[in-house]
């Protein structure tokens, strides 16, 4: 089970940027039941922003977010995304996407079985 973040990048406060974690499953490894999307600022926790089940059903963690990111999943591409709207500077973080393989999504991150790479966000006041 592998995952590939894509998307990270500068961007001026109130911009947008849409986040992509390519999900691959090969061999006789078990698929996975939800991707999680959480990120972590410097000198700060990791922090768990969003979940998407298989099915497309999410839920948000983060109430800093609510209403701005969007998480979605394009099951034939095997990709979820995050769309982030109206960023705001304190949502400069490292995103990560991260596989469950326990059904149902969690926002403790220790229950999430293989994880992205990372992709860095900036928010330019």
């Known amino acids: 089970l592998q995952l590939v973040e894509s998307g990270g990048g500068l961007v001026q406060s109130g911009g947008s940027l849409r986040l992509s974690c390519a999900v691959s499953?090969?061999?006789?490894?078990?698929?996975?039941?939800?991707i999680g999307w959480f990120r972590q600022a410097p000198g700060k926790e990791r922090e768990g922003v969003q979940c998407?089940?298989?099915?497309?059903?999410?839920?948000n963690y983060a109430d800093s977010v609510k209403g701005r990111f969007t998480s979605s999943i394009d099951s034939a591409k095997n990709t979820v995304y995050l769309q982030m709207n109206s960023l705001k500077p304190e949502d400069t973080a490292v995103y990560y996407c991260?596989?469950?393989?326990?059904?149902?999504?969690?926002?403790?991150?220790?229950?999430?079985?293989?994880w992205g790479q990372g992709t860095q966000v900036t928010v330019a006041s």
């Open positions: 499953v090969s061999g006789f490894r078990r698929d996975y039941s939800a």
């Open positions: 998407i089940g298989k099915s497309g059903g999410s839920i």
């Open positions: 991260a596989a469950r393989r326990i059904p149902g999504c969690s926002v403790s991150a220790s229950t999430y079985a293989a």
